[in-house]
């Protein structure tokens, strides 16, 4: 009978580690990016290669994530990457147009400086917004009379971001991401651990129609934040205002950010409540063990009760209950 194969003979080669040339550009862009950029996967060009020498990046983009192929050459490490961009985006040729309307001398890679570690992520920001700009042209050339109105009246604000979204079987639908309250989130909280920026959008999806309709169905309604403000305040137990037959995005927009604004402010001043609450455990249960000493949300305490000794940990929840869509 045949021999099954070894377990050491089933497992994948392990990756080679990058050229060291290469792996401090890479380490430089995760480090110093305000984007939460993630490494997908790291791979040889070469299959005897001894360093790999190209990577895929998930690249935030409109509430969710773009993913594009670097190529170095381990043999020539000083050379600028090639870059791959994502299927359904062949119309991105991002250095033509630019090289076309004259600001070709002005992209990073005009510039190459396989000395300057910053030299990727100078790369990935460059191309991230030529990227936004695509998108939003893209937009602009689509069949719908609501759509161009909503564009020409909310893509003027600052730091919005839209994109075709195309599934097959459905009708293309047009995502927005409008970034809400022009506050500093890092500056409520004294003391806060956050290395990057913290947000809220809201998600607005649009059915594409070519028709015209008198009272048109309201957008698919989402608020996100990025993962760390939950510790402060948690977007899932907001409840978004009604969105009112005939309403557009640059009316609905205000309304949503003064009742966000109340609900933030809010939320950082009982920080204040829940440490005194804390601080006033101490007389009872005298100092607790173990405390959050900047959100407050959870301490311990040693309590006794005849031959039983406990410890006694009080959490306070953030609310879960989901937000009703539009």
Request: proline share 8%; glycine share 6%.
């Amino acid at each position: 009978p045949a021999m099954a194969p070894s377990a050491d003979a089933a497992a994948p080669a392990p990756t080679p580690p990058l050229v060291p040339l290469i792996a401090t550009q890479l380490k430089f862009l995760l480090t110093n990016s305000s984007l939460p950029i993630k490494v997908v996967q790291i791979w040889s060009g070469c299959s005897s290669g001894r360093y790999a020498d190209r990577f895929t990046l998930g690249i935030p983009f409109c509430l969710d994530y773009v993913y594009w192929d670097f190529l170095y050459n381990a043999m020539h490490p000083k050379v600028a990457p090639d870059v791959i961009f994502g299927q359904g985006d062949e119309g991105f040729q991002p250095l033509v147009d630019y090289d076309e309307s004259g600001n070709g001398g002005k992209s990073c890679l005009a510039h190459w400086d396989y000395r300057d570690p910053g030299g990727l992520l100078c790369l990935v920001e460059e191309l991230r917004l030529l990227y936004i700009e695509y998108q939003k042209k893209l937009v602009e050339k689509v069949d719908d009379a609501r759509l161009k109105f909503e564009i020409s009246t909310v893509l003027a604000k600052e730091g919005i971001e839209v994109s075709m979204v195309s599934s097959t079987g459905r009708s293309d639908e047009v995502k927005f991401a409008v970034p809400l309250l022009d506050l500093d989130l890092k500056m409520m909280v004294p003391g806060c651990p956050w290395k990057l920026p913290q947000k809220i959008h809201l998600q607005a999806i649009f059915p594409v129609s070519s028709s015209y309709l008198s009272v048109p169905s309201a957008p698919g309604l989402k608020l996100t934040s990025t993962p760390d403000l939950k510790s402060l305040f948690s977007v899932d137990g907001v409840k978004l205002p009604a969105w009112v037959d005939g309403m557009c995005m640059a009316e609905y927009i205000p309304t949503l950010e003064e009742d966000l604004k109340l609900q933030v402010v809010d939320a950082s001043a009982s920080i204040g409540c829940r440490r005194r609450f804390i601080e006033a455990l101490a007389p009872a249960f005298g100092r607790p063990l173990e405390a959050d000493p900047i959100f407050c949300r959870k301490a311990t305490v040693l309590s006794i009760s005849g031959i039983f000794t406990f410890l006694n940990t009080i959490v306070h929840y953030l609310p879960t209950k989901r937000r009703s869509e539009c």
